[in-house]
Structures are given as structure tokens and as C-alpha cells.
């Protein structure tokens, strides 16, 4: 792995980092002022979320010395593989793919002894020479502080900008504000600031108890009028989820839907998306005999179709679990749908699917998903007045949606 060092390679080098990052929307850095104060859990739970929402996303863990996407996501072990002059990412999931440091190493406890101009060369390496392909989303995991990583990034990935993770604590804000003070000579705009281990997540009652004063990364963030973008509580389930390579979405605590909230939020501060891929969407579809069917709550089947480039490149036919409040429209959003298209729906369904990002399309006719996705994505979905067309008690199968 040598460092590039003549003008022409470096040269070259730059132009295909060009190319690279012109096929990429959103370049997000994710920084620290302090080590452990879980910037890499966000930094890989914010990829693996926002992948599951259709997002293309890439994760790179630049994190030299102390690389933990790997082992955060399973991916322990795994050596990075080559294809001609380019490294494949590791494919996480259909939308998420990673590159981490650690696949280069013999043994993943083997340390790195490099000196900056190696980093920098590693880091510019694996924007020049991985086979990401067009993304929504480049995730890039520094280590914490400001030095030769992120300053690299900065340098390199000149539309970058910063997600900064800390706990509630002064000694790790102190940091914290280096680190703003760093973004503002690099010129790199902060996007937000979210506090980690804000409170803690009791293993027996599963209630959230303040055992900290919490709340210092919110009032950083107003002290220099940046974002806030959430707090994570403290939370057990975290460190056993994350040494067994799994992410938050496979909790069932609190600290899921914390998470939730946080990526909302994120996306609402995206500056509006300037030209890049366009959004691969998963749309969710009831049906029953092959048609939409307007009873949500108590359909047969989803029709769950992807598409990318105004294209249908998947369609899926799943059983839903058995009807309960609220079980229906999360099982939804966790098989990452972007839409659903129903005829019609109560409001706590769809109140709890537009919690979670997904949005509601009500009024469809009983048609075959094929030929509602295609009236969807012209735009042309008209509401037909169709209605849940059964008579239930609660409020998440109701008659209409929202009014209609
Ligand atoms: P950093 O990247 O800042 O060094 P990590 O993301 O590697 O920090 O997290 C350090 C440790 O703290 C890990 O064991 C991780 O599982 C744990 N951790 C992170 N966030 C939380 C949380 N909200 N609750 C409990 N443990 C957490």
C-alpha cells in the first residue's frame, strides 16, 4: 500500500477522487472531540438507518488506529478484496456498503504504526480506489480530535460536512468546541451535534433514568447556533448489540427509536439536494389476490417494490405478522419502506409510519402493484375515495386516510 508521491500520480489520484465524489450527494463527517463517547456507533447506525430508508450509502472508517465499524457491523475477519486497481466494499446490505482499515490488517488486533503521510495516503486511497458507485450518502468515520484524518478529509472532500457526537459531560464539550473551532478554519459546515449516553436505559424496567445532568451538547450547540440533532440514552443493549456486530435497528428499546429521531432530524438539516443520484425507493403495497387491498390492517400479503432510477429493480411479495396495533406499520418501516400506497388507513397507523419516514399515499384503486407504482411515480396517483372497507373499533385501520 505505498503513498502516492509524484506530482503526475497524485494528480491523477485527485481527478479520480473527483470523479468519485461527484457521484456522491451528501459527504457527512462524523467527528469527536473525545474517544469513547460513541462516534462510531452513531457514525455506523446512522449509515445502516439511513440505508435501510433506500438510501444508497457508503460507510469509510478512516479511523487508522482504532478502526470499530467493522466489528460494530460483524464484519470482524473480513479481508478487502480487490478488483482490478479498485477494492470492493464489503456489501452490508443491499444499499450499504463499507470500507474499513481493518480489512487490511493480517489479524484484526494487529495495531497500525503509520506516521500522517501513510494516513493521508490510505484515506485518499480509499476515495480514489473503491468501487462505491453512485451513493446518496458517504459516511465517513474519523478518529476523534482534529488531526491528519480529518484534516485530510477536509482538504479532500472540499463539500464535506460535520456530524459532532459527544456525551453530556464539560471535560468532553471542551472538545467539542475544538472541534467546531476546527470545522470553522477548515471551513467545513456543521450539520449537528448529537449527545450520546444522555441518561441511562434501566435493563429491568426499561424506563430512562437521568443519572447525569444531561443536556450540555444541546446547549453547545445553541452557545454556536448549530443544529441540534438528538440525545442517546445509555444503554446496555448497545454495547451487547454492538460487540455481537449488530446495529441499534435490532433493539427493541427506547434507544431504536432515539436513533430514529436523530436521523429525521439529520435529514431535515440536509442542505435541499443539489444534483446527485436520485433516491432509491421501496415501496410498500397491501394486497390480497394479486390487487391492492384496502383493508390495511388485515391484508394477505405486501408487495414490496424497489426502485432505483425510476425503475422497478425488485419486487418482493411478504407476509406480514398478525394484526395488532401498531405491529403492521413498523413491520413496514423495518423492511426500510420509503412509501406505502393504501386505499385507505386510520390516523395511528399512519401517524406512527410518518414517525418513522415513511410516507402515506391513501386513496389508491384496487389495482396490481405494478400498475400503481407506475401511476405513482408519474405522479398521477389520484385518490379514489376508496376506503378500508371494514368496520373496526380501533384507530389504525380506519375508514379514509387523514381526512379523506
Ligand atoms: P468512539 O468511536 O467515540 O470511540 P464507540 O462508538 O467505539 O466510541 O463506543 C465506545 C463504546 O461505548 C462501545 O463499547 C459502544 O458499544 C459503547 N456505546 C456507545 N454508545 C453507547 C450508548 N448509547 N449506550 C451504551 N454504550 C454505548
Same mark, same amino acid.
Given at each position: 500500500?505505498?503513498?502516492?508521491?509524484?506530482?503526475?500520480?497524485?494528480?491523477?489520484?485527485?481527478?479520480?477522487?473527483?470523479?468519485?465524489?461527484?457521484?456522491?450527494?451528501?459527504?457527512?463527517?462524523?467527528?469527536?472531540?473525545?474517544?469513547?463517547?460513541?462516534?462510531?456507533?452513531?457514525?455506523?447506525?446512522?449509515?445502516?438507518?439511513?440505508?435501510?430508508?433506500?438510501?444508497?450509502?457508503?460507510?469509510?472508517?478512516?479511523?487508522?488506529?482504532?478502526?470499530? *465499524?467493522?466489528?460494530?457491523?460483524?464484519?470482524?475477519?473480513?479481508?478487502?478484496?480487490?478488483?482490478?486497481?479498485?477494492?470492493?466494499?464489503?456489501?452490508?446490505?443491499?444499499?450499504?456498503?463499507?470500507?474499513?482499515?481493518?480489512?487490511?490488517?493480517?489479524?484484526?488486533?494487529?495495531?497500525?504504526?503509520?506516521?500522517?503521510?501513510?494516513?493521508?495516503?490510505?484515506?485518499?486511497?480509499?476515495?480514489?480506489?473503491?468501487?462505491?458507485?453512485?451513493?446518496?450518502?458517504?459516511?465517513?468515520?474519523?478518529?476523534?480530535?482534529?488531526?491528519?484524518?480529518?484534516?485530510?478529509?477536509?482538504?479532500?472532500?472540499?463539500?464535506?460536512?460535520?456530524?459532532?457526537?459527544?456525551?453530556?459531560?464539560?471535560?468532553?464539550?471542551?472538545?467539542?468546541?475544538?472541534?467546531?473551532?476546527?470545522?470553522?478554519?477548515?471551513?467545513?459546515?456543521?450539520?449537528?451535534?448529537?449527545?450520546?449516553?444522555?441518561?441511562?436505559?434501566?435493563?429491568?424496567?426499561?424506563?430512562?433514568?437521568?443519572?447525569?445532568?444531561?443536556?450540555?451538547?444541546?446547549?453547545?450547540?445553541?452557545?454556536?447556533?448549530?443544529?441540534?440533532?438528538?440525545?442517546?440514552?445509555?444503554?446496555?443493549?448497545?454495547?451487547?448489540?454492538?460487540?455481537?456486530?449488530?446495529?441499534?435497528?435490532?433493539?427493541?428499546?427506547?434507544?431504536?427509536?432515539?436513533?430514529?429521531?436523530?436521523?429525521?432530524?439529520?435529514?431535515?438539516?440536509?442542505?435541499?439536494?443539489?444534483?446527485?443520484?436520485?433516491?432509491?425507493?421501496?415501496?410498500?403495497?397491501? *394486497?390480497?389476490?394479486?390487487?391492492?387491498?384496502?383493508?390495511?390492517?388485515?391484508?394477505?400479503?405486501?408487495?414490496?417494490?424497489?426502485?432505483?432510477?425510476?425503475?422497478?429493480?425488485?419486487?418482493?411479495?411478504?407476509?406480514?405478522?398478525?394484526?395488532?396495533?401498531?405491529?403492521?406499520?413498523?413491520?413496514?418501516?423495518?423492511?426500510?419502506?420509503?412509501?406505502? *400506497?393504501?386505499?385507505?388507513?386510520?390516523?395511528?397507523?399512519?401517524?406512527?409510519?410518518?414517525?418513522?419516514?415513511?410516507?402515506?399515499?391513501?386513496?389508491?384503486?384496487?389495482?396490481?402493484?405494478?400498475?400503481?407504482?407506475?401511476?405513482?411515480?408519474?405522479?398521477?396517483?389520484?385518490?379514489?375515495?376508496?376506503?378500508?372497507?371494514?368496520?373496526?373499533?380501533?384507530?389504525?385501520?380506519?375508514?379514509?386516510?387523514?381526512?379523506?
Amino acid at each position: 500500500m505505498a503513498c502516492n508521491s509524484s506530482d503526475q500520480e497524485l494528480q491523477a489520484q485527485d481527478q479520480k477522487i473527483n470523479k468519485f465524489l461527484q457521484n456522491v450527494n451528501h459527504k457527512i463527517l462524523v467527528m469527536s472531540g473525545k474517544g469513547g463517547v460513541g462516534k462510531s456507533t452513531v457514525a455506523t447506525n446512522l449509515a445502516v438507518f439511513l440505508s435501510n430508508q433506500g438510501y444508497k450509502v457508503g460507510l469509510l472508517d478512516v479511523d487508522v488506529h482504532g478502526p470499530s *465499524i467493522a466489528g460494530l457491523l460483524g464484519l470482524t475477519g473480513l479481508r478487502l478484496n480487490t478488483d482490478g486497481d479498485q477494492f470492493q466494499p464489503y456489501q452490508y446490505n443491499d444499499n450499504l456498503k463499507v470500507i474499513s482499515i481493518q480489512g487490511l490488517l493480517n489479524q484484526p488486533d494487529d495495531p497500525l504504526i503509520w506516521r500522517g503521510p501513510v494516513k493521508i495516503g490510505i484515506i485518499r486511497q480509499f476515495l480514489a480506489d473503491v468501487n462505491w458507485g453512485a451513493l446518496d450518502f458517504l459516511i465517513i468515520d474519523s478518529p476523534p480530535g482534529t488531526g491528519d484524518e480529518p484534516l485530510t478529509v477536509a482538504q479532500t472532500v472540499t463539500d464535506c460536512q460535520a456530524v459532532i457526537v459527544t456525551t453530556p459531560q464539560e471535560i468532553a464539550l471542551a472538545d467539542v468546541r475544538k472541534s467546531i473551532q476546527f470545522c470553522k478554519k477548515v471551513n467545513m459546515p456543521v450539520l449537528g451535534i448529537i449527545e450520546n449516553m444522555s441518561g441511562f436505559v434501566c435493563p429491568s424496567c426499561g424506563n430512562m433514568h437521568a443519572i447525569f445532568k444531561s443536556g450540555g451538547g444541546e446547549k453547545t450547540a445553541a452557545d454556536y447556533n448549530l443544529p441540534f440533532l438528538g440525545q442517546l440514552p445509555i444503554d446496555p443493549n448497545v454495547v451487547t448489540a454492538g460487540d455481537a456486530g449488530r446495529s441499534i435497528d435490532t433493539l427493541t428499546s427506547h434507544t431504536k427509536e432515539s436513533m430514529q429521531h436523530i436521523v429525521e432530524q439529520f435529514l431535515q438539516k440536509l442542505p435541499t439536494k443539489q444534483k446527485g443520484v436520485e433516491k432509491t425507493m421501496k415501496i410498500a403495497i397491501p *394486497i390480497v389476490q394479486g390487487k391492492l387491498c384496502t383493508h390495511f390492517g388485515h391484508c394477505e400479503q405486501f408487495a414490496i417494490i424497489t426502485i432505483a432510477d425510476g425503475k422497478i429493480v425488485k419486487h418482493e411479495t411478504l407476509t406480514p405478522p398478525p394484526h395488532a396495533p401498531g405491529v403492521i406499520p413498523n413491520w413496514v418501516a423495518d423492511h426500510g419502506c420509503t412509501d406505502i *400506497i393504501v386505499g385507505g388507513m386510520g390516523e395511528a397507523a399512519q401517524a406512527i409510519l410518518q414517525q418513522r419516514g415513511v410516507k402515506v399515499s391513501c386513496g389508491a384503486p384496487s389495482d396490481t402493484p405494478e400498475n400503481l407504482v407506475a401511476v405513482y411515480l408519474r405522479g398521477e396517483l389520484v385518490d379514489s375515495g376508496n376506503t378500508c372497507d371494514h368496520e373496526h373499533g380501533d384507530h389504525e385501520h380506519g375508514h379514509g386516510c387523514g381526512g379523506h
